[in-house]
């Protein structure tokens, strides 16, 4: 009789928790009502009360210590659960809170449990996001810490709220691949709270354990580990950690390539691709940067706040190279030789890394093109203007300084005429930029010239120094001329361009614009790195 009884209440369970699906499509819980009590009249809560109270009287019918009182109480914890997720898709942040709290309450004594495990996994991810919306972040970080450890534990059962109201048959390979997107969101969701609460280095260490735990799962997309890897590697460049930064781009590039040769036809992986290449010019123009400042430091004196700043910054980078935790397993990488893995120190370094990225500088014009993407094409010319300035930076012969310097500016040159013909609406947004580029170009190139001319000379004879007298005074004359030259495009670079040049621009068509497009990519040298190692 009480075996009836019980196949009753199961039955009966079922029924409202079958009525409480149809119901929450429906309605709402969170509806505006004048008063408290027009609450009570709202359907959906109608039903939620209801099928609590069926709970509740089978929950006191059962011994504490079986496994039917367990089930019970899961059963009441996913209602309540339930409820919550309602609640916070209509954004009720703090009754959201109260549920899910109330929740947790009742299963946290059995969070090791295979039929409760997921469940609680479940409420402290919907929780934890709860409470850093609210502001209570160290809270968050607590309740995630102790579900990450737990989650490596437990071996799950049950797996959502129909496996435990109508008995569902489950799919091994679907509960596992659940298990782990559930244990990864929980882990993005503490590296995000590390982030807000500016722990970088263990943000840096969760960020890491992701990767590794969808590599060692195979879960999710090839492209997106991807991009989420070198991301990463955005993130250590910023921390000026150049080999953990280099591992992780080198990583990337190891899963793009394949799929690049493999011709597979997808458009997202030229897109990762060229925002790889933009991720390793970044990486090279921010390690010249300190590469260049730790140089510098070394022959001013300066502040002992600054300096002590420049040494903690330069030190990074041979610290971080001895040891080098963030490995993945089970993938191997092949580091590049040909750059360096700390700082820039003498000048075959910053050729070498001026060679490397001029490869990644092809690949990301390849997809970011002047007629498809112009600013974002500017912004890759720009950063080549940056590279040679820091070969330049490097460079001890002033000869091949000056030819660095002539071949920057003969390349910001071209692509302001280009833009000027081409696109005459980007370059009015870049015009400024463009002009001071190329106005410090001449002034470096002018700075050179003075210097040759005042170079010391061993045992001159009279003759040789009236000969020097001469071509100092035929190059101070052209220095003059030159700088007459930069003073009239100041004043006529701030002008904008006529409508008659817009028009005549505007009219030449599509295929002229081809043709431009094309003259642009023709005048990029293409063994620049070769004649500059020639010089």
């Not at 080549?384 to 500016?409: G, M, N, P, T, W």
């Amino acid at each position: 009789m009480a075996e009836n009884s019980e196949f009753v209440l199961v039955n009966d369970l079922q029924s409202c928790f079958n009525d409480l699906k149809k119901h929450s499509v429906s309605f709402k819980l969170g509806q505006a009502q004048p008063t408290v009590g027009d609450e009570m009249h709202n359907p959906l809560h109608q039903q939620f009360e209801l099928i609590l109270t069926k709970i509740e009287e089978t929950l006191a019918k059962q011994h504490k210590e079986s496994e039917e009182y367990l089930k019970v109480i899961s059963m009441k914890a996913s209602i309540i659960y339930e409820k919550a997720k309602i609640l916070l898709s209509e954004n009720l942040l703090t009754p959201s809170k109260t549920l899910l709290e109330e929740s947790l309450e009742l299963i946290k004594d059995f969070s090791d449990h295979p039929k409760v495990a997921f469940l609680h996994m479940r409420v402290v991810n919907h929780l934890t996001y709860v409470l850093s919306r609210l502001g209570f972040l160290q809270e968050a970080k607590e309740l995630l810490l102790r579900a990450i450890e737990e989650e490596t534990k437990c071996s799950p059962e049950v797996f959502s709220t129909d496996d435990l109201f109508l008995n569902t048959k489950k799919d091994p390979k679907v509960s596992v691949t659940k298990l782990n997107r559930l244990t990864i969101n929980n882990m993005q969701m503490l590296a995000w709270i590390h982030a807000r609460l500016g722990e970088t280095e263990d943000n840096l260490k969760v960020q890491h354990d992701i990767l590794q735990k969808q590599l060692d799962s195979c879960e999710g997309d090839v492209l997106r580990w991807a991009e989420s890897c070198f991301r990463l590697g955005g993130m250590f460049i910023g921390q000026c950690d150049w080999p953990n930064a280099m591992y992780h781009l080198t990583a990337a590039e190891s899963i793009l390539n394949p799929l690049e040769v493999a011709l597979i036809p997808n458009p997202e992986i030229h897109v990762a691709q060229a925002d790889l290449a933009r991720s390793w010019i970044y990486y090279g123009l921010q390690l010249f940067e300190s590469s260049r400042k730790s140089l510098i430091s070394k022959h001013i004196e300066s502040d002992g706040i600054e300096s002590e700043v420049l040494k903690k910054n330069s030190g990074s980078s041979e610290s971080s190279s001895s040891k080098n935790p963030y490995h993945f397993q089970g993938l191997e990488i092949e580091l590049p030789k040909a750059i360096p893995t700390g700082l820039i120190k003498n000048c075959d370094q910053a050729k070498g890394l001026f060679a490397y990225l001029q490869k990644w500088m092809k690949r990301a014009r390849l997809y970011y093109t002047l007629r498809d993407f112009p600013l974002q094409y500017v912004n890759l010319c720009l950063d080549l203007s940056e590279l040679y300035r820091f070969v330049a930076f490097y460079e001890e012969d002033i000869e091949l300084q000056y030819a660095v310097q002539k071949r920057r500016y003969d390349a910001l040159e071209t692509l302001s005429n280009i833009l000027r013909e081409v696109r005459p609406s980007c370059y009015m947004a870049v015009s400024v930029e463009l002009t001071k580029e190329l106005i410090e170009v001449q002034m470096e190139m002018i700075n050179l010239n003075l210097k040759k001319l005042h170079r010391p000379t061993q045992g001159p004879t009279f003759e040789a120094k009236e000969d020097v007298l001469k071509k100092q005074m035929y190059a101070l004359s052209a220095i003059h001329g030159k700088l007459n030259d930069v003073a009239l495009s100041l004043n006529t670079s701030t002008e904008p361009s006529s409508v008659k040049d817009s028009e005549e621009a505007g009219s030449s068509g599509p295929e002229a614009n081809e043709e431009k497009t094309e003259k642009i990519e023709d005048n990029q040298p293409e063994n620049e790195t070769e004649e500059i190692k020639k010089e």
